[in-house]
């Protein structure tokens, strides 16, 4: 009958028991498809590095389109000085695209359906923004949770909304990711479940949006990675730019 | 209706798959710790390392890429305008050429005909009055002529009338009075023979 649509989750080992102390950092099929994901990524890109030609073939045209793209988002949303920060946002957008994209490949893992992962870009990301902000601003940065023009009334009301709102940064970024993919991908395995157990004759209507969701998954796969780095351009840009 | 059979279909299958859900009692994976460290430690080493290498060997080289061909295009378009700019300059000094030419050829035809014109004007005047002392030269002739000419014939008939009569009658006779008689005849026949 139909698998449980979790199992597509599960995190095996791959290869020996690998314990550093207490802790155990095996290399599992999460690692593997992190490594995969990082070689493809590396491929392309060396490819497309690799010859200058006037007329770049296909592979150079993908590489520098993507480069100028990501370019183009961090300078719309961050302003120039973000520029230092574009290889960490570039590497970020294209991991995740990837790990992503792998994803939606059948019988294989989803690295970003982990919140764990997730959780540890988006915490990363945080506190990388939060020591920007106070190196560039100091304590100015605490400017951050204080708005202009607002009546001082409710000023200490605003300020709390305005701590939980920056605090809960990295749980929103991460778990936005992570249940898109966690989501997405379960929703697929349980229409794929009602293809078999419907049979030939009820099974075609699930099929049809199996193929429809596959669809969906691939956008919502790219969406999220550029939501996911496009977050991280807004988060840097509120550490450079101090606007309030 | 899809929406209807849809909904229909996932009850359905939540009925039927209760049991497989117990059995295999998965709930999240994501959830149990088992492996977290093991993802921390991984995504750590290849996202660094996928990073570093990016960072120091790939972007740049595609950073460079772009600015050469950046770069190369606004020179060849500089070049271009340069080109086009000296053409447009070497095309106005054609221009400017051709119009001076143009202009030199008509003063020249105009100075050539002028003086062309200033030639055939003295050369004519000269003409005019050479011809004109010539005629006035041939009027004065003629008129010394025909001045002269009735005396002459005066003489002449007075002469032959003379010799005439020494030859008739073979005497001398006085000069003085055939001329008084040739004189009055030519007086009185003077509108037969000149008129005019």
Request: some cysteine; charged content about 20%; glycine content about 6%.
């Amino acid at each position: 009958m139909a698998a449980n649509p979790m199992t597509q989750f599960e995190v095996y080992r791959i290869g020996p028991e690998i314990k550093i102390g207490a802790f155990d950092i095996s290399f599992t099929n999460a690692s593997l498809f992190m490594v995969v994901s990082s070689l493809a990524i590396l491929l392309i890109f060396n490819l497309g590095a690799k010859k200058n030609s006037m007329l770049p073939n296909k592979i150079q045209l993908l590489a520098e389109l993507s480069y100028t793209f990501v370019s183009k988002m961090i300078s719309d949303t961050a302003g120039s000085k973000a520029k230092p920060y574009f290889a960490f946002i570039f590497s970020l957008f294209m991991f995740v695209l990837f790990c992503n994209m792998f994803g939606m490949i059948p019988y294989t893992f989803t690295v970003t359906s982990h919140i764990i992962v997730t959780f540890v870009l988006a915490a990363f990301i945080f506190i990388g923004v939060t020591i920007i902000g106070f190196i560039k601003h100091g304590f100015g940065y605490l400017k951050l949770f204080v708005p202009s023009g607002v009546p001082i009334v409710l000023l200490p009301l605003i300020v709390v909304i305005e701590i939980i709102s920056y605090l809960s940064r990295p749980i929103s970024l991460s778990v936005r990711l992570f249940a898109n993919m966690m989501a997405g991908h379960t929703m697929m395995k349980v229409f794929g479940g009602f293809v078999i157990s419907l049979g030939i004759v009820g099974g075609w209507l699930p099929l049809t949006f199996s193929v429809a969701l596959t669809g969906l998954e691939i956008l919502v796969a790219f969406l999220q990675a550029y939501v996911f780095a496009i977050l991280t351009c807004i988060y840097l840009n509120d550490a450079l730019n101090l606007h309030h | 209706m899809i929406r209807k059979y849809f909904f229909q279909l996932i009850f359905l299958y939540l009925f039927f798959s209760k049991e497989v859900f117990a059995a295999e009692s998965g709930g999240m994976p994501q959830l149990d710790p088992e492996f977290w460290v093991s993802q921390i430690f991984w995504l750590t080493l290849v996202f660094g390392t996928l990073y570093i290498v990016l960072s120091k060997l790939i972007l740049p080289k595609i950073s460079a890429n772009l600015e050469l061909r950046k770069s190369q295009i606004q020179e060849n378009i500089e070049a271009a305008d340069k080109q086009r700019k000296d053409s447009e300059l070497k095309l106005k000094e054609y221009d400017d050429i051709i119009l001076k030419s143009k202009l030199e050829s008509k003063n020249l035809f105009n100075e050539t005909r002028e003086k062309t014109l200033k030639d055939i004007n003295i050369k004519r005047d000269s003409l005019e009055k050479q011809i004109d002392e010539e005629i006035k030269k041939a009027e004065t002739e003629i008129d010394q002529l025909r001045k002269g000419a009735p005396e002459k014939i005066n003489k002449i008939a007075i002469e032959t009338s003379s010799e005439i009569l020494k030859n008739l009658i073979g005497t001398e006779i006085n000069n003085s009075s055939i001329s008084a008689i040739v004189d009055d005849l030519y007086r009185k026949n003077v509108g037969k023979y000149y008129g005019n």
